[in-house]
T-cell receptor, first 114, second 112 residues
Framework: AQSVTQLGSHVSVSEGALVLLRCNYS??????LFWYVQYPNQGLQLLLK??????LVKGINGFEAEFKKSETSFHLTKPSAHMSDAAEYFCAVMIQGGSEKLVFGKGMKLTVNP | ETGVTQTPRHLVMGMTNKKSLKCEQHLGHNAMYWYKQSAKKPLELMFVYSLEERVENNSVPSRFSPECPNSSHLFLHLHTLQPEDSALYLC???????????FGSGTRLTVV
């Protein structure tokens, strides 16, 4: 079965520091992978997606992610954290076949310290 | 109005009440979804409606009843809920083709 794993639940970085949020996937077929962000009291917003084109994917707000098949990973990075990046981040894999169904990881809460 | 709109944003209901959550999408998408988001738990897919299929998560209790009268509207009917049903209920839509979902802002449900 296709799934994603986000280890840990909370990451804290200083403003201006590198942001690295880890996601590992499990899939028997080439996966479609997604990162979503959720700000307090809001729904989820798509940051970026990998759909078997370029392995380095650039998204909104300066985030990017690299698909590494050898490591079954799709980690999210941003070179310099901003206070406005504080939110919860979810990795997801798309279940193939029929209508699209996304299976989400548990999420990672990012805190940015001044 | 564009995007995915959910109403109400907040709902407090007693365990004997009947209420409905509404979701509307103006994106021309052909599939709609209900997710449950509880504290410290992964997002749980409850129901899927699309041209191809209606999918129900067999672990969802029968006190939750979905309705999809057309491709733009989705309802979640609630009756005799339990306190553990308190959560954020998210609606989403998709157009297929691997583009992912567009989410609404959710309904924060509290069962007292």
């Amino acid at each position: 079965a296709q799934s994603v794993t986000q280890l840990g639940s909370h990451v804290s970085v200083s403003e201006g520091a590198l942001v690295l949020l880890r996601c590992n996937y499990s899939s028997s077929v080439p996966p479609y992978l997604f990162w979503y962000v959720q700000y307090p009291n809001q729904g989820l917003q798509l940051l970026l997606k990998y759909t078997s084109a370029a392995t380095l994917v650039k998204g909104i707000n300066g985030f990017e992610a690299e698909f590494k098949k050898s490591e079954t990973s799709f980690h999210l990075t941003k070179p310099s954290a901003h206070m406005s990046d504080a939110a919860e981040y979810f990795c997801a894999v798309m279940i193939q076949g029929g209508s699209e169904k996304l299976v989400f990881g548990k999420g990672m809460k990012l805190t940015v310290n001044p | 109005e564009t995007g995915v709109t959910q109403t109400p944003r907040h709902l407090v209901m007693g365990m004997t009440n009947k209420k409905s959550l509404k979701c509307e999408q103006h994106l021309g998408h052909n599939a709609m979804y209900w997710y449950k988001q509880s504290a410290k738990k992964p997002l749980e897919l409850m129901f899927v409606y699309s041209l191809e299929e209606r999918v129900e998560n067999n672990s969802v209790p029968s006190r939750f009843s979905p309705e999809c009268p057309n491709s733009s509207h989705l309802f979640l009917h609630l009756h005799t809920l339990q306190p553990e049903d308190s959560a954020l209920y998210l609606c989403a839509s998709s157009q297929g083709g691997g583009y992912g979902y567009t989410f609404g802002s959710g309904t924060r449900l509290t069962v007292v």
